[in-house]
């Protein structure tokens, strides 16, 4: 039973442009979003976030987007940058699970080509 | 130290053998998760403390993983009776909040 889904496994933007991370998840308890990056060979690393009471969480050339009725969120990188090319996780805390666990997705590898 | 730092980085365990998987946490967090992430996919939760007391455990995948943190600070996952299906990395993350959970590199295990 996957909660939170990345149906992407891959994805390959030219430099400058807008990169668009997907994800959506089923559970309608959810109520906090989290998008993570991750480098090989080392942890995750907390990007953005958003609350469920949100529907935009903006900082600097990260943006999130959440669509509670689509339960559908999304991550726009603008201009993409070399350094950005990376394994982007999202993740959902909340409902029956409690706050204090992550739920992943499986993840989308994002490739900024020069 | 600065980060949360997870050792080894790297363990071969033969099937059967126990092994023992360290994390130091961020200095002064309450919180302390462990999570295992298989290959190609997104870590998966197996255990929260909030410091000493071991609050959540519903992740753990089967009576061979334990995992301890005596003194809320220092952490250790044991898996014992090592099965190939063990091998993942092992990660761990600590935090003020779930919604700031910082994770250290991880220990990658390999059960041969």
């Known amino acids: 039973d996957q909660q939170v889904k990345q149906n992407s496994p891959s994805l390959s933007v030219q430099e400058g442009r807008i990169s668009i991370l997907n994800c959506d998840y089923t559970?309608?308890?959810?109520?906090?979003f989290l998008w993570y990056k991750k480098y090989p060979a080392e942890g995750p690393t907390f990007l953005i976030s958003?609350?469920?009471?949100?529907d935009k969480n903006e900082d600097g050339r990260f943006t999130v987007f959440l669509n509670k009725s689509a339960k559908h969120l999304s991550l726009h990188i603008v201009p993409s940058q070399p350094g950005d090319s990376a394994v982007y996780f999202c993740?959902?805390?909340?409902?029956?699970?409690?706050?204090?666990?992550?739920?992943f997705g499986q993840g989308t590898r994002l490739t900024i080509n020069p | 130290g600065a980060g949360v730092s997870q050792s080894p980085r790297y363990k071969v365990a033969k099937r059967g053998q126990d092994v023992a998987l360290r994390c130091d946490p961020i200095?002064?967090?309450?919180?302390l998760f462990w999570y295992q992430q298989a290959l190609g996919q997104g870590p998966e939760f197996l255990t929260y403390?909030?410091?000493?007391?071991?609050?959540?455990k519903s992740g753990l995948p089967s009576d061979r993983f334990f995992a301890e943190r005596p003194e809320g600070s220092v952490s250790t996952l044991k898996i014992q009776r090592t099965q190939q299906e063990d091998s993942a990395v092992y990660l761990c993350?600590?935090?003020?909040?779930?919604?700031?959970?910082?994770f250290g590199q991880g220990t990658r295990l390999t059960v041969v």
């Open positions: 559970n309608s308890m959810f109520d906090y």
């Open positions: 403390f909030q410091n000493e007391a071991q609050l959540d």
């Open positions: 993350a600590s935090s003020h909040r779930v919604t700031e959970a910082f």
């Open positions: 958003i609350s469920s009471i949100k």
């Open positions: 993740a959902a805390s909340g409902g029956v699970q409690g706050a204090q666990k992550l739920v």
């Open positions: 200095s002064g967090h309450v919180s």
